[in-house]
């Protein structure tokens, strides 16, 4: 047995302090650890039977009354906490924001004869943290306000946590985590720790639990052999889509990540209305491989009228930039910046669904996959199947999975 252990999460809300919890929770529990999340906004939310709490005023630091009744959530979550360590648990993960030094002193004290872990979330990505407060003004304790009083309310109550807001300085175990990059920035170890090495590692890696990488359904562009463009699904594409739809409604998907491109929106929109709720998130980043001068020509037409890129692109497709355009090496950093979006956005626990791209899914799978730089253009990425994958510190699975029984459309090269 290699101890007891209290891990503090840290944080302003929205930063993944809740998907770091349950990473290391879960992660930790294959290991074959005891281990329990102690979340006190799921508390909150349980106790709040007139959505009273949901009020950014609630989290007013001028609310007396408020901070009366946090404070005693919270401090029914650490009784639970000590109770559960006290019948043979091993690691308690205190998750909330514990933003101030005397919320975190308190915690101190409820476990003095154990060591503590505090995990403190940040993330500096503008774009990613807009995205994930898009996402929580539609949890349901917002579900009596419209969108926009729910986002002004969310925005309004981190206002009021930054207003108290004391990051780590004098625990003497502490580690900052971005949470979107997945890394650590800095950390401070006074004593040795269980589960230590094994906590840095979950920290860093990416784990999965299942993601769904899906290709459009056939569009009119696949069907006249051309580049790029933003074409419409054919009756076929709509009804691959419809299939998808039918496939996945028994299993649970709560987003579904899209490009901007019609093809892939209106792939995702059936799948969405079988899922309830569910939000569709475009990201630009899984936008497909822009081929430049090539753009909505027929594959024979630029091996006609532009041999120089049939020619030129031939002997390495990988690193080959069409004029004016991208190729698959230049689009690397932008795909791969979208997955981190999609994995801050997206809660551990949760099945995730991406509908893309050849090219763009391509490039997802091999982030996945040891598969060599000259290899990755020629991914079979078919329109009647999808890859599953999940990962896990003791498993890794890559499945493709036929849907239905149509023949794939679009020859590419």
């Known amino acids: 047995m290699k101890g007891k252990l209290v891990i503090v999460m840290v944080g302003l809300p929205a930063r993944g302090k809740s998907t770091m919890a349950r990473k290391l929770g879960r992660t930790l529990e294959m290991d074959g650890v005891r281990v329990r999340i102690f979340n006190n906004g799921e508390l909150r939310r ?23 009744m946090r404070e005693r959530i919270s401090q029914l979550n650490i009784e639970q906490a000590q109770a ?18 005397e919320r975190r002193r308190n915690i101190d004290a409820a476990f003095p004869a154990l060591p503590m872990l505090y995990v403190e979330c940040v993330n500096a990505d503008e774009e990613a943290l807009e995205a994930n407060l898009e996402r929580k003004a539609g949890l349901k304790e917002f579900r009596h306000l419209s969108r926009e ?32 990059d997945s890394c650590i920035l800095q950390e401070r170890i006074s004593e040795v720790l269980p589960y230590y090495d094994r906590i840095r590692d979950i920290i860093t890696t990416r784990v999965v639990r299942n993601l769904y990488l899906v290709r459009h359904g056939e569009t009119f562009y696949n069907r006249e052999d051309r580049i790029g463009g933003d074409s419409d699904l054919t009756d076929r594409g709509q009804d691959q889509a419809n299939a998808l739809a039918e496939h996945f409604a028994t299993i649970r998907i709560p987003i579904i990540f899209t490009s901007n491109h019609k093809r892939t929106l209106q792939t995702a929109t059936p799948i969405a209305e079988r899922q309830q709720p569910c939000s569709i998130i475009a990201l630009p980043e899984f936008n497909e491989i822009n081929a430049g001068v090539c753009e909505h020509m027929t594959y024979e037409q630029v091996r006609r009228q532009m041999p120089e890129v049939a020619r030129e692109r031939g002997p390495n497709k990988y690193r080959y930039v069409y004029p004016e355009g991208e190729g698959y090496a230049t689009m690397e950093e932008r795909v791969h910046r979208g997955l981190k979006k999609v994995f801050f956005l997206n809660n551990y626990d949760e099945n995730i669904m991406i509908v893309g791209h050849r090219a763009v899914n391509r490039m997802i799978l091999s982030s996945f996959l040891s598969r060599q730089e000259a290899e990755i253009p020629f991914i079979y990425m078919p329109q009647d199947r999808y890859y599953h994958i999940q990962i896990d510190p003791h498993k890794r699975i890559f499945e493709l999975i036929p849907y239905r029984s149509v023949a794939t459309a679009g020859i590419g090269w």
């Open 149 to 180: 009083k729910a986002l002004e309310s969310f925005v309004r109550r981190i206002h009021y946590y930054e207003s108290i807001y004391e990051p780590l300085d004098e625990e003497p175990n502490r580690i900052l985590v971005d949470s979107f």
């Open 46 to 68: 349980k106790l709040d039977t007139d959505f009273s709490t949901s009020s950014s005023e609630f989290f007013s630091p001028a609310n007396v009354q408020g901070k009366e």
């Open 84 to 101: 559960f360590l006290q019948e043979g648990g091993e690691v308690a993960v205190i998750d909330a924001s514990n933003v101030t030094r």
